[in-house]
């Protein structure tokens, strides 16, 4: 499993907050949203491709564990509460034995708005 923060794995990537800059203000379930989709922009990841990356333990679904596993290994600037939030806004049914499936997972990042935290830290859609 390649990582996206810190060198190693996807050409170095870049971390959450490379793309959203500093603090951790409450975040709305959307601005989570937001911020994955930067993330996976940001390292030229799909959306299928972005749940591989957070499937920490590779076992199909995307649990509270992998969520929060994932977001402090690539660095996403929100708080365990936001996190927890935006995943159970994620998986409203989860599956047996809980997480997020890749059908919820497309579902939750759909209307995300990657372009605006790019943005936001002067990262121009066509640069990434």
Same mark, same amino acid.
Not at 46 to 65: L, P, Q
Not at 73 to 102: C, M, V, Y
């Given at each position: ?28 379930? %959307? ?27 590779? *076992? ?21 509460? *936001? ?31 990657? *372009? ?11 640069? %990434?």
């Amino acid at each position: 499993r390649s990582l996206l923060a810190g060198g190693g794995g996807s050409g170095g990537g870049a971390s959450a907050s490379d793309a959203e800059g500093a603090g951790y203000a409450e975040k709305t379930t %959307q601005d989570v949203s937001n911020t994955i989709a930067a993330l996976l922009r940001y390292n030229r990841l799909t959306v299928d491709e972005g749940f591989g990356e957070f499937d920490a333990n590779e *076992d199909g679904n995307i649990s509270r564990d992998d969520l929060l596993t994932s977001a402090r290994e690539f660095k996403i600037e929100a708080n365990d509460e *936001d996190l927890i939030r935006w995943f159970h806004s994620a998986s409203p049914s989860p599956p047996q034995g809980g997480g997020i499936t890749p059908a919820q997972w497309r579902e939750a990042l759909k209307d995300a708005d990657a *372009d605006r935290v790019l943005m936001s830290v002067g990262v121009l859609p066509s640069q %990434q």
